[in-house]
Nanobody
Framework: QVQLVESGGGLVQAGGSLRLSCAAS????????MGWYRQAPGKQRELVAA???????TYADSVQGRFTISRDNAKNTMYLQMNSLKPEDTAVYYC??????????????WGQGTQVTVSS
């Protein structure tokens, strides 16, 4: 019902920047939350940042001040600008969309993941 196509991952040195993109298509509800998650080897998947259909953004403490999430609703595209990257940011990054109604999540969709590697 919802397809997510990610791009922008790669290899970067510590202190550098990357910009991830997630293009969403399909049945996207007017009320929704888009987010970026990441999973490092041997660790749980964690929320990096999320943004509502009203452009309200939240961030994990570990990326606060370094990462910026945004969305272009006309293009159904979400972005994650990652600055001042650290080796501990190395992970597979996943795009997520949650369709919602007034009370609850109706659908939950994931992208395929894109590798971000930060070298020292």
């Amino acid at each position: 019902q919802v397809q997510l196509v990610e791009s922008g991952g790669g290899l970067v040195q510590a202190g550098g920047s990357l910009r991830l993109s997630c293009a969403a298509s399909g049945r996207i509800f007017s009320i929704n939350v888009m987010g970026w998650y990441r999973q490092a080897p041997g660790k749980q998947r964690e929320l990096v940042a999320a943004i509502t259909s009203g452009d309200r953004a939240t961030y994990a403490d570990s990326v606060q001040g370094r990462f910026t999430i945004s969305r272009d609703n006309a293009k159904n595209t979400m972005y994650l600008q990652m600055n001042s990257l650290k080796p501990e940011d190395t992970a597979v990054y996943y795009c997520n969309v949650r369709n919602q109604n007034l009370l609850r999540t109706v659908g939950d969709y994931w992208g395929q993941g894109t590798q971000v590697t930060v070298s020292s």
